[in-house]
């Protein structure tokens, strides 16, 4: 029997091929969950769901509306929810003074804003009070949510927030079966930092921050939810730093990102 055996789960944030959402959402399926995945991008979705079996929706994070109704389908498609995961972000690297009012008002919809909205949806479905069953409700959080990196305040700001908002619902709603937990990742192998990885010596900079060796991978990422998805975990409030120890000592610093990519491209 899988972990996650007779469990219905919405993924949201799963709409890019082969992102960190669409690994999760394959994990949790290959442990028996029902799975609905959802997004922006309708063609992705369809697809994804008819190779893997499964449920999906569109979905705008930063919409209300939007995010109400997902829930309401999650439940119409599923029966319930038992299992909530939000892996949206948006990786903005600039300079702290060059970041525009339009591009903090779209990160804070989208990172703080549209999150707080779903977790809201979900929390309305999940709790016993109310005719819900309970449940877990994640978010993917970060690393630099904790230390630094630069060019990545209003990024940072915005998981961090995130972060509080979930041990507010974990303080909260325990009561009604409710677990609320985030993962940090740290430098990850994905769409989202695909450009990023075809710099050469950029991802090597970052080798030293890990005390296990390496980077990680949406693999990674995925195993933990499936704990912190479980009814194996008694934790609810947490930041799980699945980030082979990166917290543990700091990204590289942009000189050193510097000196590694010159490194690489012979100019060193």
């Given amino acids: 029997m899988g972990r996650l055996e007779g469990k219905t789960a919405i993924i949201l944030g799963a709409s890019s091929e082969g992102n960190m959402g669409q690994i999760i959402a394959r994990r ?9 995945v959802a997004g922006r991008k ?10 893997n079996a499964c449920h999906w929706a569109t979905c705008d994070l930063t919409d209300e509306a939007s995010v109400n109704a997902l829930a309401k389908t999650a439940v119409q498609k599923m029966g319930g929810i038992d299992i909530a995961l939000n892996a949206t972000g948006w990786g903005l690297l600039k300079p702290f003074l060059d970041v525009t009012r339009e591009e903090l008002d779209a990160m804070s919809a989208l990172q703080l804003v549209g999150p707080h909205q779903f ?5 309305r479905k999940m709790a016993k009070s109310l005719g819900g069953r309970g449940g877990s409700i994640l978010t993917i959080s970060s690393a630099t949510a904790q230390i630094m990196l630069n060019d990545h305040a209003i990024y940072m700001g915005t998981k961090a927030g995130t972060d509080h908002i979930i041990r507010c619902i974990a303080h909260e709603f325990g009561h009604e079966g409710i677990r609320a937990n985030s993962i940090s990742p740290g430098l990850t ?4 930092t695909a450009d990023a990885g075809q710099v050469p010596g950029l991802f090597e900079a970052f080798r030293a921050g890990y005390p296990l060796g390496r980077w990680g991978t949406s693999e990674d990422i995925a ?18 730093q699945v980030n082979g120890g990166l917290t543990l ?20």
């Fill in 28 to 36: 949790f399926i290959d442990e028996g969950a029902t799975v609905l």
């Fill in 42 to 51: 309708a063609d992705v979705l369809e697809k994804f769901a008819a190779e």
């Fill in 119 to 123: 977790f809201q949806a979900m929390v």
């Fill in 189 to 192: 192998d994905t769409p989202m």
């Fill in 223 to 240: 195993a933990a939810a499936v704990f912190l998805a479980s009814d194996e975990c008694f934790m609810t409030g947490e930041n799980l």
């Fill in 249 to 268: 000592r700091r990204n590289p610093t942009r000189e050193e990102i510097n000196a590694s990519v010159a490194k690489a491209m012979g100019e060193g």
